[in-house]
């Protein structure tokens, strides 16, 4: 199949692509490298270096390629940047995505997948949190991704696109050639891996006094593989709706920075710093639908199976894609 990816040289869209031309698909990948790499880009994908924002790009794209699929990664994703600059937010998730959506219908594809995020149900009444959970995002970021979710819902209720939406819970690990490089790394795994490669002193523990039993915030892990083999099966005819990803079991702070410690065999500093605004003391996915109804079955559900790859990956590029 001829499939569209934005966002494919990014940390998750990378590996999405890699599992892709691993299949036989013929992938195009868009993205205007403002977060992702030149060099994560799978070199059997052909590579278009535009913007979202860019309607008239995006329409030519989405057309020249063919594709009977989209997936839509590209985004900006930090909760802390949309508290400061939430125009961004709303410019290139929600505005830059309604082109894309729009360049979908244009060219007749057939089905469009899309990365959402836990980040839109706030903080949640219960856990494991399933897809019927009210969505009340508390950051702007949370709230972008909630609109596009109602753009496509508009979109296959009008224009008949075959819709799947995934929130994501922790996307962590990394594949033999693709990991996780951010510019401006903020995620607690690839920061621990950092001080044991000796590339920072010590790790920061944002908030210790939270209601859960060591006090740190609890989250549920889950490897980017496992999301690619999500969407691989969301690309079957016929398949549509909401999907959590995620392992359905939780871990905190201090235990991710102990398995982080055990994996690479560092001692690993910390500093006990205040809460991080926005920060949920606790999510953690129920993915049974995904199970049920896309048969998904996650291949490395242990976190320390997740820190391995990622570690074996930082050993290996320790500048990222630099
Ligand atoms: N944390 C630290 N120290 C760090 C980094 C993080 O203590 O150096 C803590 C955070 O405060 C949080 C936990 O580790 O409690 C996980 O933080 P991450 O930044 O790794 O990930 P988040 O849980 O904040 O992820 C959220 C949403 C995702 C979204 C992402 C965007 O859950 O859906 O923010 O960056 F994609």
């Known amino acids: 199949m001829k499939v569209f990816v934005t966002g ?27 977060e992702g ?37 590209a985004a900006n994703a930090l909760v802390g940047e949309s508290m400061t600059n939430p125009s961004k937010y709303f410019r290139n998730n929600v505005a830059g995505g309604l082109n894309l959506a729009d360049a979908a219908v244009a060219a007749g594809v057939r089905k469009f997948i899309f990365s959402s995020t836990c980040a839109t149900y706030g903080p949640p009444d219960r ?28 979109y296959r209720e009008l224009h008949g696109l075959e819709v799947v939406i995934f929130r994501y819970f922790n996307a962590a690990g990394a594949s033999e050639q693709f990991g996780e490089h951010h510019r401006i790394e903020t995620h607690l795994i690839p920061n621990v891996l950092k001080v044991a490669l000796g590339q920072a002193s010590h790790v920061s523990i944002f908030g210790t006094d939270y209601p859960t039993p060591d006090g740190t915030c609890i989250r549920d892990y889950i490897h980017i593989a496992d999301l690619a083999q999500a969407h691989m099966l969301a690309l079957q005819r016929g398949k549509s709706g909401v999907f959590n ?24 500093s910390v500093v006990e710093q205040p ?46 894609y630099a």
């Open 8 to 34: 494919g040289a990014g940390y998750i869209g990378s590996v999405f692509v890699e599992t892709l031309c691993d299949a036989g698909h013929e992938v195009t990948v868009f993205d205007n490298l403002s």
């Open 37 to 73: 790499h030149r060099g994560a880009v799978d070199p059997r994908a052909k590579f278009v270096l535009a913007d979202l924002n860019d309607r008239n790009a995006v329409l030519a794209a989405v057309r020249d390629s063919g594709a009977k699929a989209v997936v839509h990664f």
């Open 127 to 154: 856990v494991p949190m399933d897809e019927s959970l009210p969505q009340r995002p508390i950051n702007p970021y949370g709230e972008s991704k909630l609109m596009f979710e109602s753009v496509l819902r508009w």
């Open 245 to 268: 990803l995620g392992n359905g079991e939780g871990f905190s702070v201090r235990e991710v920075i102990a398995t982080c410690e055990r994996i690479s065999g560092a001692k690993i």
């Open 275 to 320: 809460r991080r605004p926005g920060d949920p003391p606790r999510l953690v996915a129920s993915a049974t639908k995904a199970h049920q109804e896309l048969g998904w079955k996650p291949r490395f559900p242990s976190l320390e199976d997740i820190v391995r790859t990622a570690w074996s990956w930082h050993q290996k590029h320790p500048g990222g």
